[in-house]
């Protein structure tokens, strides 16, 4: 490059930058993707962005931002996003699809998306050249939303044909909880009794909801990673319940089952650890009334019938207490 960044930078030289750039064209164009991502609108003219292929860096349609210290990134019950604390707005995304972008990104935080995969994914109907030219847009929206980074760097990552967000400034729900889950589950980091059952807690106050998913793309990977992030949160208030009866923590026992049932009704799993729960507190008739009810939605949904395990765990806690009720009598 034949000019000194530091000297394009300033701003007493900027319009005559800004004139050379758009006279050597492409080689401008290689020029002009060296520059901080928040002064490039400095440094294109208006005939530039009828070009193909600036468009990937044409940002006037998004407006510009400072350097960020951290986004963040929401998207158990609905999709959120703040920087550094404050949402950014509808008028930044422009187009609801750098929003999907994102979401999609920070589901895969660990990895980088190839750009095939998310243009079919994010235009399943649309023609493939088509569609990649639209991930272009989208990326420079994207990019330009979340801001550079301290360091002038972007917060999404490309390296070579795939696509990512910058982990060291990003953060989301998501990560987070598969973090906790993780050592909930996997139990790697030895977490027993009191520590186990708060960081439980934690996951049920994280998990807001289901994980949200986008209209209009193809939602195959979001239904797939919302089923997944629902099993881990049951699985996690199940052992956590369990391990708060352990403790004689009745209350937080309580909390995490009902939790989970909030999410999941039909779980045999999760229906014995509540009926269990219950019968710790003496709630006999919220067992009762559980059992009912389970038993209706799986002749209702399924034509099924509870499990033989449920079936005899609810015997033993229910008609096994009248018959004893008897016996005294």
């Known amino acids: 490059m034949s000019m000194n960044r530091a000297g394009i930078l300033e701003p007493s030289y900027r319009l005559f930058a800004r004139l050379a750039m758009h006279c050597l064209g492409e080689s401008g164009a290689r020029i002009r993707k060296k520059l901080p991502v928040r002064e490039l609108s400095r440094y294109t003219l208006r005939d530039d962005l009828d070009e193909a292929h600036e468009r990937l860096f044409q940002v006037e349609e998004v407006e510009a ?12 019950g609905a999709f959120r996003a703040e920087r550094d604390g404050f949402p950014i707005t509808d008028k930044m995304w422009r187009r609801k699809k750098a929003a999907t972008l994102a979401e999609r990104l920070a589901l895969s935080m660990d990895a980088l998306v190839d750009r095939e995969t998310l243009a079919m994914e994010l235009w399943p109907h649309a023609e493939f050249n088509r569609a990649r030219n639209n991930l272009y847009s989208t990326i420079s ?3 330009s939303a979340l801001g550079p980074t301290p360091d002038g760097k972007s917060c999404v990552l490309i390296q070579n044909e795939c696509i990512g967000l910058n982990g060291d400034y990003v953060k989301t729900d998501v990560r987070l909880f598969e973090q906790m ?24 106050q994280l998990y807001a909801g289901s994980l949200y998913i986008p209209n209009g793309c193809n939602p195959t990977y979001f239904v797939r990673m919302r089923r997944i992030m629902q099993s881990k949160f049951i699985d996690s208030m199940i052992r956590g319940a369990n391990e708060a009866l352990e403790e004689n923590d009745l209350q937080s026992a309580i909390w995490l089952v009902e939790a989970g049932l909030r999410q999941e009704t039909a779980r045999e799993d999760m229906v014995r650890c509540a009926m269990r729960v219950y019968n710790a507190a003496g709630r006999r008739r919220d067992i009762i009334d559980l059992y009912s009810g389970h038993v209706h939605h799986l002749k209702e949904q399924i034509a099924g019938v509870p499990e033989p395990e449920t079936r005899r765990l609810y015997e033993r806690l229910v008609e096994g207490r009248l018959k004893r009720m008897a016996v005294v009598r």
């Open 65 to 76: 931002v400072d350097t960020i210290e951290h986004i963040e990134i929401r998207m158990f």
């Open 141 to 143: 929206r994207l990019r």
């Open 181 to 204: 889950t993780r050592e909930i589950l996997g139990n790697r980091g030895g977490a027993r009794g009191p520590h186990l059952v708060e960081l439980c807690l934690k996951v049920e």
